[in-house]
């Protein structure tokens, strides 16, 4: 007796192959019944070894979890396996169809408008398949409000507009139809079919609504962009300003500086102000001259006054310099007198009170 043909199971990595990978949880069901259709021409009846040959067909990731379930072991059966499988895929498609399917559907395609072509072609291709296996279970009336609620209330007062223009009127003694059921599916299918395709043409009426209805939206993005541009120029506008304070900062550095240096002896000869002061020490001679009290004859080491101004306690010696008795440098204005006479000037109150040295700025005398 000749033996039937059987054939082979395609390669898991073949092109024709069935396949089922994790992103595509809806085609669970599908993909069962291909395996099926493909174990009965290929002679592979054995439970247990379907379910090892199905395990070649998906993902690593699906592998895993189907090795997991309670009925991949010898004890259950394939039809017990693919049920567990496809229980726990709830938003596989059933051939039965059902109304969170349909919901689903609508979620994914929402608040389409009339320029959504290939959006509303994928919506009536989706909506048509469900509804036919749902025609048992939901009346015409609410699969049709369905697909309206899936437009723009702007596209479905246009789509109502030549239902009637095209049908007539659901109340004219030629229809005679209930106000929940004023349209046939097919016919809205159709009206909704010509409209994106332009049979009907688009009237300026259409145009305007259309519009108005998208005129809320570009007037958020124009306030948008707005605001953006307006923000790129305070950016800007702060940035000079910010570089205007710079050179005016360094500017006032500089003047400080420059003051500063013009309050120090900068030569033998010159004065802080650039002028001959007489009163600086020099050298005369080759002789010897003090920068404490500016006599001649002695270095600073050397001067009487300084260890008669630390007996009176104007001031302290740091590492062999003369400091104020907080440690402070000595003043260094008036310019024109030794850092000895300022001392003595800055005890004397009515020179202190000439120069504008305050009572509370003047060191005190332990």
Not at 178 to 203: C, P, Q, W
Not at 268 to 292: E, I, K
Not at 303 to 328: F, H, S
Request: glycine share 8%.
């Amino acid at each position: 007796m000749e033996q039937p043909y059987r054939y082979k199971m395609p390669l898991a990595d073949s092109r024709d192959a069935p396949k089922f990978r994790q992103s595509e949880p809806s085609e669970v069901r599908r993909f069962i019944q291909r395996m099926e259709s493909l174990f009965e021409h290929a002679g592979i009846t054995n439970d247990k070894e379907r379910k090892r040959r199905v395990l070649e067909y998906v993902d690593a990731q699906t592998e895993q979890e189907w090795l997991g379930f309670d009925t991949y072991g010898e004890g259950s059966s394939w039809k017990a396996f693919v049920k567990e499988i496809q229980d726990s895929y709830p938003e596989a498609v059933d051939d039965t169809g059902s109304v969170a399917s349909l919901d689903r559907i609508c979620r994914e395609h929402a608040r389409l408008s009339r320029s959504d072509i290939g959006e509303i072609h994928s919506l009536m291709r989706k909506f048509r398949a469900e509804a036919k296996k749902l025609a048992n279970v939901m009346g015409n009336g609410s699969l049709v409000d369905k697909l309206m609620g899936c437009f723009t209330p702007t596209f479905a007062d246009i789509i109502e507009e030549r239902l009637i223009a095209k049908y007539g009127h659901y109340r004219e003694p030629t229809r005679n139809r209930h106000k929940d059921n004023k349209y046939d599916l097919s016919e809205v299918m159709t009206v909704v079919a010509t409209l994106i395709d332009g049979a009907f043409g688009r009237s300026s009426r259409d145009g305007q609504r259309e519009r108005a209805e998208s005129a809320p939206r570009q007037v958020k993005s124009e306030e948008s962009e707005e605001k953006i541009a307006h923000l790129q120029d305070t950016i800007v506008t702060m940035g000079k300003q910010v570089g205007s304070i710079q050179s005016a900062m360094q500017a006032i550095q500089a003047g400080q500086l420059e003051m500063r240096n013009s309050l120090l002896p900068t030569g033998r000869n010159n004065g802080p102000v650039g002028g001959f002061n007489p009163g600086l020490p020099t050298t005369q001679g080759g002789s010897l001259h003090c920068f404490y009290c500016w006599g001649h004859g002695h270095k600073i080491s050397e001067c009487d006054a300084i260890p008669a101004d630390v007996q009176r306690g104007w001031i302290i010696l740091v590492d062999g310099r003369a400091r104020m008795p907080n440690r402070a440098p000595l003043p260094r204005e008036p310019a024109s007198i030794s850092p000895h006479q300022r001392l003595v000037k800055l005890h004397d109150v009515q020179a202190g009170m000439y120069f504008g040295w305050s009572t509370d700025e003047s060191p005190e005398i332990p």
